[in-house]
């Protein structure tokens, strides 16, 4: 009987869940955010958090995610005057923060085990 490797299957349902999450924030950046698709972000920015990101990845994850973070929100608030960008901006925020947040609670753990 053939084994599937299930860390690979999930592996690649958290690339698909960041894939498809950021599509979402850029779509409906544009179109606007509504409280269902923010929560559809949410839950997807926590998918990629816990399954996308493997102990390898963790320090680029979060220099990467960190700097979109602070870049999204500092940018969202000045392109205010540009409301597209910014409803953009702030749906990408709602992907990678909790991504974020996710991967930097898994390192610390990863750092206190060790």
């Known amino acids: 009987m053939v ?4 860390r690979k299957n999930t592996r690649s349902f958290g690339s698909w869940a960041f894939l498809i999450g950021f599509v979402l924030a850029l779509l409906f950046g544009i179109i606007g955010v509504t409280d269902v ?21 963790i320090q680029p994850f ?11 929100a500092l940018g969202a608030e000045s392109m205010a005057i540009i409301p597209v960008v910014g409803n953009v ?3 990408i925020l709602l992907l990678f923060i ?8 898994k390192s610390t753990f990863q750092l206190a085990k060790d």
């Open 3 to 6: 084994k599937k490797d299930t």
């Open 37 to 57: 698709i923010a929560w559809l972000l949410v839950v997807l920015g926590l998918v990629v958090g816990f399954l996308n990101i493997t102990e390898k990845e």
């Open 62 to 72: 979060l220099f990467g995610g960190t700097v979109l973070v602070i870049v999204s």
């Open 89 to 91: 901006l702030n749906a």
């Open 98 to 105: 909790p991504a974020t947040v996710i991967v930097a609670l």
